[in-house]
T-cell receptor, first 113, second 111 residues
Framework: NAGVTQTPKFQVLKTGQSMTLQCAQD?????MSWYRQDPGMGLRLIHY???????DQGEVPNGYNVSRSTTEDFPLRLLSAAPSQTSVYFC????????????FGPGTRLTVT | EDKVVQSPLSLVVHEGDTVTLNCSYE??????LLWYKQEKKAPTFLFML????IEKKSGRLSSILDKKELFSILNITATQTGDSAIYLC???????????FGAGTILRVKS
């Protein structure tokens, strides 16, 4: 099993550009999430999904869109990149039964100049 | 508003010391509390705690939950340089995936 995969690992964008961060999992997990991690802020939830076709906003959703057309994939779209979106982004998934452990992808380090 | 608060924010110890990391929480629909260790990349799971007073143990790491006082501690005994990491605690708030993370404790173990 590959677990949770994310691409790209690194990305540099100019202000105003758009891009999609890819996330896929092969564990047939219902729940998937996107977090961003900034120094001293822990992990903050951007968007999450409880199944294909169902998404909802997390703590910091502004500037990001998601969709969940399949169980496996959960892409995160930056509509118009801003320097405040410079961060490390993690995708995570988990199944619907205890222990509710989240499996994290390796992360994408995004810099917006 | 649901929140998870960790303390201290950072800690420097010497190899062999014992450390205690704290996590307090306020969540409306508490289900469980999770501890993660994050080194250079993604967080890796350590423990999930659902019941008060029952210690979870893995090697030199142990953790316990107090649901009455709304906190958890993570103990690391005989610390090693490989324990240097960010330790995160998180609480799922409701059925679904809305994990709330604390800001983390940065632990540095000096040799």
């Amino acid at each position: 099993n590959a677990g949770v995969t994310q691409t790209p690992k690194f990305q540099v964008l100019k202000t105003g550009q758009s891009m999609t961060l890819q996330c896929a999992q092969d564990m047939n997990h219902e729940y998937m999430s996107w977090y961003r991690q900034d120094p001293g802020m822990g992990l903050r939830l951007i968007h999450y999904s409880v199944g294909a076709g169902i998404t909802d906003q997390g703590e910091v959703p502004n500037g990001y869109n998601v969709s969940r057309s399949t169980t496996e994939d959960f892409p995160l779209r930056l509509l118009s990149a801003a320097p405040s979106q410079t961060s490390v982004y993690f995708c995570a998934s988990r199944g619907g039964v205890p222990p509710y452990e989240q499996y994290f992808g390796p992360g994408t380090r995004l810099t917006v100049t | 508003e649901d929140k998870v608060v960790q303390s201290p924010l950072s800690l420097v110890v010497h190899e062999g010391d014992t450390v205690t990391l704290n996590c307090s929480y306020e969540v409306t629909n508490f289900r469980s509390l999770l501890w993660y260790k994050q080194e250079k990349k993604a967080p890796t799971f350590l423990f999930m705690l659902t019941s008060s007073g029952i210690e979870k143990k893995s090697g030199r790491l142990s953790s316990i939950l107090d649901k009455k006082e709304l906190f958890s501690i993570l103990n690391i005994t005989a610390t090693q340089t490989g324990d240097s990491a960010i330790y995160l605690c998180a609480g799922p708030m409701e059925y679904g995936n809305k994990l709330v993370f604390g800001a983390g404790t940065i632990l540095r173990v000096k040799s």
